[in-house]
């Protein structure tokens, strides 16, 4: 499908002029005018607008009868493409649903919910538009392109957009669009503009799209000081944090509190690193209120993930028992939302607010703090951040490496759970840290680790699943679901069912690691990270030096 | 991608009706559909407005030298495309018998469609050739409408032995419906009771015989798009439903 072209009225031109100008041609016919309230929905990590898509719930309004020869349905979600405009699919709605779950069932639904996956659908702007339309027919009537003129104002400010002027193709007929958009072209009124009237309104409204994804995007100065490079890295975080609080407080989908518990769990990490940075009062108050904040968003995040994965549970139950299920269902309902709760009062509490304060104050002025330049207290302070970062990430790859090769068949689940710890610390300063090396080098090494971290977070989420299974069931009963012992009994066929996960998460252990441990990798990891020949191992005796050079 | 064909031994039964008809109920609920007009009489083009003329024709598209989505023209209606016919298609079979794996061609053919459209409807000419043979193999679903007269079951039981007698073909459904239904004929009402209950392969739904179907000719337009209110056009969405829970 060919490009759209659009215009843009000059100042002060006339629209009505141009359009009964083009009507009046043989081979142009005006469509009904249509009112038309549109509102553009995304989710808040820009998803749609990630695929060069949007979706617009668009309402014909106006008071207008419908007359005959109307749709009956005049109510539409229309997912399009930005580029082209071509419409991808249409939904009839007469509300749209928050998730994409709720969406009527369509073919449509079936492309559009493997992108919106768990996200809320966020309405983001409405404009009131007034459409008109003209096509450019042949001598059967058929219509080759058309000329859609919107005049749009915001809904909620009443201001007037500009006027856009749109060529719109058909597919299979290229030249009838060519010829409408050289006519548009040459009208002295008209200038070509990239711009449509949703990029227009979302700019009005104080929308970038695109503006946020849960990706760390820094770039780090490789001849800074280590605290330099520490202080930046949680400035990105907190402010990660930050964009998420509102709709983790609201709960307008899961993913909010998620994003913010990777930014606090990236930052526990990076302050475990800051060790010789950040002079040790000031790092273990902040690890120890980190830790709280990790700790009061965990309940709430441990039901979402049940609740996400409930439709999971039930289809892994033959058909006649999924029913069953459905108290545990509303058992995960109802706790999660006393947990949500209890996240929101920890979050209103003083300790939250003292723990911001404290933490925004010190990233201002990080020198400002007793001894924080003292290379008695903070040895590794005026350190190249690309060495601190180096030796950092050189000690989380050993252990990993260490512990990883110790774990057989036979080693306990604890034991992948801490190398599951381990690798989480080697990815997040992989990833913290990362911009300091080569982005193709380190690319790899991650992309390895991360089908490490795939298969023992199966195998933890397996374990854990399984203990919280045998607790909800526990809770159950204790109150007093009187017919819960049909549930009781499905979940036991769930708990068989994730043994199974869970042994064959075990059995792809081996080969993972191996493939992580490969030479090349190793090989890899040394080059980047691993200590030069003259190390200075005296002056950093806190980095951890309790493995053989056997890398 | 779900590809359904209308098909019948016999002409005149409603067929281009209904693949124009359910192809745009099915593109109005937001699917992606393209109809590919394989009669050479090119009524689904008529319908549609759209020249019944394909560059290179028949020959082109069977033997590859021009993909089929080259072919493909838009409709008035969104989400709604149509490969037309060619009077050259009244040569498809012969074009069908030169190529390797004659009776996959166009199975072989819509294949890269899938990724673009939801449904493809293929309306058929009537007759048993080569290239209903290729269309028994492409479709998930033969979609049979059927007139409630005697020599119009006598060529469903036709139909019916020629696929049971088949055994290479793909598995595809066969859903018959009643076309064309005047009730005030008794012959109409008494084959409709006799055939209809209890059989799988013959749908609840029945489309009546209404002089707003023969207006599609006038308007040039599918039914629902110019009398979205009329009876027949309940009807073809009441199919639609009836069929989409089938499929």
């Known amino acids: 499908m060919s490009e759209l072209h659009r215009f843009a009225l000059e100042d002060g031109s006339d629209l009505t002029t141009l359009v009964a100008g083009l009507e009046q041609r043989p081979c142009f016919e005006r469509e009904p005018d249509r009112t038309i309230e549109r509102t553009v929905y995304d989710t808040f990590d820009w998803r749609l607008h990630a695929e060069r898509t949007v979706l617009e719930h668009e309402r014909v309004i106006g008071g207008r009868r419908p007359r005959k020869g109307d749709e009956p349905v005049v109510s539409w979600l229309v997912w399009r493409s930005i580029d082209t405009g071509e419409v991808l699919g249409r939904l009839a709605v007469d509300e749209v649903p928050t998730f994409a779950w709720d969406l009527p069932d369509a073919p449509t639904l079936d492309r559009l919910a493997p992108i919106l996956e768990m996200r809320a659908l966020l309405p983001l702007v409405t404009v009131q538009i007034e459409r008109a339309s003209l096509r450019l ?93 520490v202080v930046a890295v949680l400035d990105a975080l907190f402010a990660t944090m930050l964009v998420n609080e509102a709709g983790t407080r609201a709960d307008v989908d899961s993913e909010f509190l998620h994003d913010y518990r990777v930014a606090v769990r990236r930052t526990r990490s990076v302050l475990a690193m800051a060790k010789g940075v950040v002079p040790p009062p000031l790092l273990d108050e902040l690890r120890r209120e980190f830790k709280w904040l990790g700790d009061i968003t965990t309940p709430t995040r441990d039901f979402d993930v049940y609740l996400l994965t409930y439709p999971q549970f039930e289809a892994s139950l033959p058909e006649s028992r999924r029913a069953d299920l459905r108290p545990l269902r509303s058992f995960l309902v109802e706790h999660q939302r006393l947990a949500q709760t209890e996240l929101v009062a920890a979050l209103d509490s003083p300790r939250y607010a003292t723990l911001v304060d404290h933490y925004r104050r010190w990233r201002a002025d990080p020198r400002r703090e007793p001894a924080a330049t003292d290379p008695e207290v903070v040895p590794d302070v005026e350190r190249p951040a690309v060495e601190f970062a180096a030796a950092r990430t050189w000690s989380a790859y050993r252990s990993v490496v260490r512990d990883g090769r110790r774990i057989t068949h036979e080693s306990p689940a604890e034991s992948l759970h801490d190398l599951r710890k381990d690798a989480k610390k080697l990815r997040y300063a992989l990833e913290c840290f990362g911009s300091l090396f080569p982005a193709d080098e380190v690319g790899p090494l991650v992309k390895e680790l991360k089908a490490v971290q795939d298969v023992l977070g199966e195998f933890q989420d397996c374990e854990v699943q399984k203990g919280s299974l ?6 159950m009963v204790a109150e007093g679901g009187a017919d819960s012992a049909p549930a009781l009994l499905a979940m036991g066929y769930l708990i068989e069912h994730i043994d199974e996960r869970e042994r064959v998460a075990r059995d792809q252990f081996a080969d993972r690691f191996a493939s992580f441990d490969a030479h090349h990798n190793r090989a890899r990891f040394r080059r980047l990270f691993g200590p030069s020949s003259d190390d200075q191992q005296e002056d950093h005796p806190h980095e951890k030096r309790d493995m053989k050079d056997d890398t | 991608m779900k590809v359904l064909a209308t098909y019948n031994i016999k002409g005149g039964v409603g067929k281009t009706a209904t693949a124009v008809n359910l192809a745009y109920l099915a593109a109005a609920e937001g699917a992606r559909t393209l109809v590919w007009d394989l009669d050479p009489q090119g009524a689904a083009s008529f319908y549609f407005r759209v020249k019944p003329k394909v560059k290179g024709g028949s020959e082109a598209l069977i033997t590859g030298r021009r993909t089929l989505d080259r072919a493909i023209k838009g409709t008035d209606y969104d989400n709604l495309d149509l490969i037309p016919a060619d ?43 080569l290239v209903s043979e290729n269309v028994f193999r492409a479709a998930n679903a033969l979609l049979v409408p059927l007139i409630p007269t005697t020599l119009s079951m006598r060529t469903f039981d036709q139909l019916d032995s020629f696929l049971a007698d088949n055994p290479g073909r793909k598995k595809q459904q066969v859903l018959a419906f009643f076309s064309m239904v005047d009730r005030r004929k008794t012959l109409h009402r008494e084959l409709v009771e006799q055939f209809g209950p209890g059989r799988s392969d013959v749908l609840d739904v029945q489309i009546p015989a209404a002089s707003d179907i023969e207006r599609m000719g006038v308007h040039r337009a599918p039914l629902p798009a110019f009398a979205p209110r009329s009876r027949s056009a309940a009807a073809y969405r009441e199919l639609w439903v009836e069929i989409k829970a089938r499929i």
């Open chain 2, 87 to 129: 009077f050259s298609y009244r040569n498809m079979d012969l074009e069908l018998g030169e190529t390797r794996k004659r009776t996959r061609r166009i199975d072989v053919l819509l294949r890269p469609m899938a990724k673009d459209y939801d449904y493809v409807f293929l309306d058929c000419p009537p007759s048993i050739s």
């Open chain 1, 137 to 229: 027919v042949d001598d059967e009537g058929k219509t080759e392109a058309r000329v859609v003129i919107e005049r749009a104002r915001m809904q909620d400010s009443d201001e007037l957009l500009a006027p856009v002027v749109e060529v719109v193709p058909v597919r299979g007929y290229p030249r009838a669009a060519d010829r409408l958009t050289e006519l548009l072209a040459v009208q002295v009124v008209l200038r070509p503009v990239e711009s449509d009237v949703v990029d227009e309104a979302l700019a009005r409204a104080g929308f970038n799209p695109g503006d946020y994804s849960s990706k760390l995007k820094l770039r780090l100065d490789p001849a800074g000081h280590a605290l330099d490079a």
């Open chain 1, 470 to 475: 045998r607790g909800f069931g526990g809770a």
